[in-house]
C-alpha cells in the first residue's frame, strides 16, 4: 500500500507494476501543482461596498495579496503577486521607445490595484475597474491558468458564444501550436 495526495486528501492505494512502455504523465512546466492554477467558471455579486467573493478553490493563491487591472476585453485580470511580478519584468523589458510598449505600460499599470481577500474572502473591486468592465452587482469569475479574470456575465456569454464554432477555432488557434512541436 501507497500513500498519494488527490486534491488536497490522502488515500492509501494498492501498489501495482506499470506494464511496459506505460506512459508516465508529468506536472506541466508552468506550474508545480496543477491544482494552483485558476480554473474554472463561477457566478458572484458585488456586495454594496464593491466587495467580490473570490471562489474558495483561488483564495488560497491570493491570501498573500495580489493585484487587480483592466483586462483586454472589456474585464478585471487578477494576478498573484509572483504572477504579476513576471508579467511588470517582461513589460518592464519592453522597447520604452517602442509606442505600443508605452501604451500597454499605461493600460497595464496606471489601472493596477494591490488587493488583500479579506477573512471572509473578499477583494474591493476600485469603481474605476468596476465601470471599466460595466460590472455592477453580478459577475462571471473565470480561471485563465495563471491568473482569473472577472466580466459583467453577458460580455462573458458573448466570449463563450464566439467560440461555440468549432471550425472557426481551428482556423483561429492553429497558429498557437499548442501541441509544443
Not at 492505494?13 to 508516465?24: G, N, Q
Not at 457566478?43 to 483586454?72: C, N
Not at 476585453?73 to 511580478?85: A, G, N
Request: overall charge negative.
Amino acid at each position: 500500500m501507497n500513500t498519494v495526495e488527490c486534491g488536497g486528501k490522502w488515500y492509501e492505494v494498492e501498489e501495482y507494476p506499470l506494464p511496459p512502455k506505460t506512459p508516465v504523465f508529468r506536472r506541466l512546466p508552468v506550474k508545480e501543482r496543477i491544482e494552483q492554477m485558476f480554473l474554472g467558471q463561477y457566478q458572484h455579486s458585488l456586495d454594496a461596498k464593491g466587495r467580490l467573493i473570490v471562489p474558495a478553490r483561488f483564495r488560497d493563491d491570493l491570501a498573500e495579496g495580489g493585484f487587480v487591472t483592466r483586462g483586454f476585453d472589456r474585464c478585471l485580470m487578477v494576478m498573484t503577486m509572483d504572477y504579476f511580478e513576471t508579467v511588470y519584468q517582461r513589460i518592464n523589458a519592453m522597447n520604452l521607445a517602442d509606442p505600443a510598449t508605452r501604451e500597454l505600460r499605461r493600460l497595464f499599470f496606471a489601472n493596477a490595484y494591490s488587493i488583500t481577500p479579506d477573512k471572509v474572502g473578499r477583494i474591493n473591486l476600485a469603481p474605476d475597474l468596476r465601470q471599466f468592465a460595466q460590472i455592477e452587482t453580478e459577475t462571471t469569475v473565470a480561471g485563465q491558468g495563471e491568473y482569473f479574470e472577472i466580466w459583467l456575465p453577458s460580455l462573458w456569454e458573448a466570449q463563450m458564444t464566439s467560440l461555440e464554432d468549432a471550425e472557426a477555432n481551428v482556423e483561429r488557434f492553429s497558429a498557437l501550436n499548442l501541441s509544443g512541436n
